[in-house]
């Protein structure tokens, strides 16, 4: 006697290209080909998408470096307001580490100091105590909690955008030498957020030179 079949079904999110072309890539400082992505969810069947539903986002994708950005980079001029086009991966680290400093509430002189740190180190690029701190006071007052905040930018976000931010994230979380098990809880919400399953995120914090729990 047959029993009863399981039926699997879910969402997520599928990324298409529906563009291309060449822009002036703020990361590489050349002109470089690009991908118009747009990020879809979808309704699947046995992991098949079959339906499509709501549109997560759209970003510019650099071919080149895998950076990627708002459309209006494509307007984007050398030496004109090179900050407004800071790449989305970049902003996503820096939020990031700011809201997991924020989940206690505090915003602790160590900890603002090694977001600096992690970040020019992750980004290749300089950040003051001084933004970090403004940044860190807007989230208050908004009251963005970190995983709310990725599932907002995740349709944003390329495979190795995602994974840089994980990164960033692990490294503010192991800053203090001790990986505690309520920061394993929040890491693992914020892969989620992202639609990283917890086979991918172990593989991430071992490639990051992790211990993986």
């Known amino acids: 006697m047959v029993g009863p079949q399981l039926i699997i079904y879910g969402t997520r999110g ?3 290209t529906k563009d291309k072309g060449e822009f002036h890539c ?6 470089q080909p690009y991908r118009l992505r747009r990020v879809r969810r979808f309704f699947t069947l046995y992991f098949i998408p079959l339906i499509p ?3 997560l986002g759209e970003y510019i994708e650099c071919d080149v470096c ?10 984007y001029e050398p030496g004109a307001a090179d ?5 989305e991966f970049h902003f996503a680290m820096r ?3 700011i809201l997991m400093m924020l989940a206690d509430g505090a915003i602790d002189d160590a900890e603002v100091a090694t977001i600096c740190q992690i970040y020019q180190s992750m980004s290749g690029q300089p950040l003051d105590e001084l933004t970090v701190r403004q940044e860190a006071m807007q989230c208050q007052q908004a009251g963005i909690a970190v995983e709310q905040y990725l599932a907002s930018t995740a349709g944003k ?3 190795p955008g995602k994974e840089m931010v994980i990164k960033a994230a692990y490294a503010i979380a192991m800053a203090d030498g001790v990986y505690a098990p ?32």
């Not at 703020?26 to 002109?31: E, K, M, S, T, V």
């Not at 895998?66 to 307007?75: Q, S």
């Not at 394993?184 to 729990?213: D, M, N, P, Y």
């Open 157 to 159: 976000l390329n495979v």
């Open 83 to 87: 900050a407004a086009f800071e790449a």
């Open 182 to 213: 309520e920061e394993q809880q929040l890491l693992e919400r914020c892969a989620r957020a992202l639609g990283i399953g917890s086979r991918q995120l172990s593989g991430i914090i071992a490639s990051f030179g992790g211990a993986v729990a």
């Open 53 to 55: 539903l709501d549109k």
């Open 95 to 97: 939020r990031v580490m």
């Open 26 to 31: 703020p990361n590489c400082g050349d002109r």
């Open 14 to 16: 599928v990324t298409t």
């Open 66 to 75: 895998n950076g990627t950005y708002e459309l209006d980079v494509l307007e």
